[in-house]
T-cell receptor
Framework: GAVVSQHPSWVICKSGTSVKIECRSL??????MFWYRQFPKQSLMLMATSNEGSKATYEQGVEKDKFLINHASLTLSTLTVTSAHPEDSSFYIC?????????????FGSGTRLTVV | AQKVTQAQTEISVVEKEDVTLDCVYE???????LFWYKQPPSGELVFLIRRNSFDEQNEISGRYSWNFQKSTSSFNFTITASQVVDSAVYFC??????????FGSGTRLSIRP
């Protein structure tokens, strides 16, 4: 089945630094990927839709300059949290749309737990 | 607007009991897809089922069953003879024409031995 690899699985960074999270589709090409954020004991909130070769579409209230998304190839999307602050600490999950499998269609990465100290 | 409501925040039952997780959705689209995902403490999302809006047949997979009723905009999930390993957070989700998946707030299920 479709596999999405997300790295790192966890990261601790100092306030003010930037962190990059990678989302790779291992055995399929993903023209569209999605980035979600999940605070403790809360639901997954869609942050943005990443489209290969074009600008990402951000959900209302998500700062584009804070959360930089790059989808430069059909198998890789990256989320960079710039100038991270403690309030950015969260669980980030990516999802890729696999057009080969209309039955399922969406495969999720294993998530990245970001802690900003 | 799309919306998924999971009114049950937490459920706790004793092992071997049956438990039903409720999901109510809102969408103006005629074509849409509904999902259930399981999220264990490790955090990854485990896909359980996908149902499209034209298929109202109920489905059973082992101890799991799903009841889809368009008339009430509900897509409920039942676990029969629950086990401790079923303890997790369960999310109902909706995907419509915009291609993005919107999640409900989740139901935390605890199965006590």
């Amino acid at each position: 089945g479709a596999v999405v690899s997300q790295h790192p699985s966890w990261v601790i960074c100092k306030s003010g630094t930037s962190v990059k999270i990678e989302c790779r589709s291992l055995d399929f090409q993903a023209t569209t990927m999605f980035w979600y954020r999940q605070f403790p004991k809360q639901s997954l909130m869609l942050m943005a839709t990443s489209n290969e070769g074009s600008k990402a579409t951000y959900e209302q209230g998500v700062e584009k300059d804070k959360f930089l998304i790059n989808h430069a190839s059909l198998t890789l999307s990256t989320l960079t949290v710039t100038s991270a602050h403690p309030e950015d600490s969260s669980f980030y999950i990516c999802s890729a749309r696999d057009l080969r499998e209309p039955t399922y269609g969406y495969t999720f990465g294993s998530g990245t737990r970001l802690t900003v100290v | 607007a799309q919306k998924v409501t999971q009114a049950q925040t937490e459920i706790s039952v004793v092992e071997k009991e049956d438990v039903t997780l409720d999901c109510v959705y809102e969408t103006r689209d005629t074509t849409y897809y509904l999902f259930w995902y399981k999220q264990p403490p490790s955090g990854e999302l485990v896909f359980l089922i996908r149902r499209n809006s034209f298929d109202e047949q109920n489905e059973i997979s082992g101890r799991y069953s799903w009841n889809f009723q368009k008339s009430t905009s509900s897509f409920n999930f039942t676990i029969t003879a629950s086990q401790v390993v079923d303890s997790a957070v369960y999310f109902c989700a909706l995907r419509s024409s915009a291609s993005k998946i919107i999640f409900g707030s989740g139901t935390r299920l605890s199965i006590r031995p």
